[in-house]
Nanobody
Framework: QVQVVESGGGLVQAGGSLSLSCAAS????????MNWYRQAPGKQRELVAR???????SYADSVKGRFTISRDTAKNTMYLQMNSLNPLDTAVYYC?????????WGKGTLVTVSS
């Protein structure tokens, strides 16, 4: 089993920045990729950014150039640096740990961007 816990959400004004963290614990050797998803009110959950165990990263078009995903393998922690935030980024952000057999989810952290 893998446990993931997000932190760092909050309220920020448009144009501002916020950083999220996701700490993983348990059988982390089964993880093949770590992802950030988000779900805005009334919308489906969407993939925001991904980082693989090899360090490759990818982003949704809507956040490219504004968000940066990174990790600290020594701390088993993943980060999402979010810059130039706008109200459309308002959502609950979820950490996801992907393995071959199962996806593990955190409870989410709310990010609210005011105009």
């Amino acid at each position: 089993q893998v446990q993931v816990v997000e932190s760092g959400g909050g309220l920020v004004q448009a144009g501002g920045s916020l950083s999220l963290s996701c700490a993983a614990s348990g059988s982390i050797f089964v993880i093949t990729a770590m992802n950030w998803y988000r779900q805005a009110p009334g919308k489906q959950r969407e993939l925001v950014a991904r980082i693989t165990t090899g360090g490759s990263t990818s982003y949704a078009d809507s956040v490219k150039g504004r968000f940066t995903i990174s990790r600290d393998t020594a701390k088993n922690t993943m980060y999402l640096q979010m810059n130039s935030l706008n109200p459309l980024d308002t959502a609950v952000y979820y950490c996801n740990a992907h393995s071959v057999l199962k996806d593990y989810w955190g409870k989410g952290t709310l990010v609210t961007v005011s105009s």
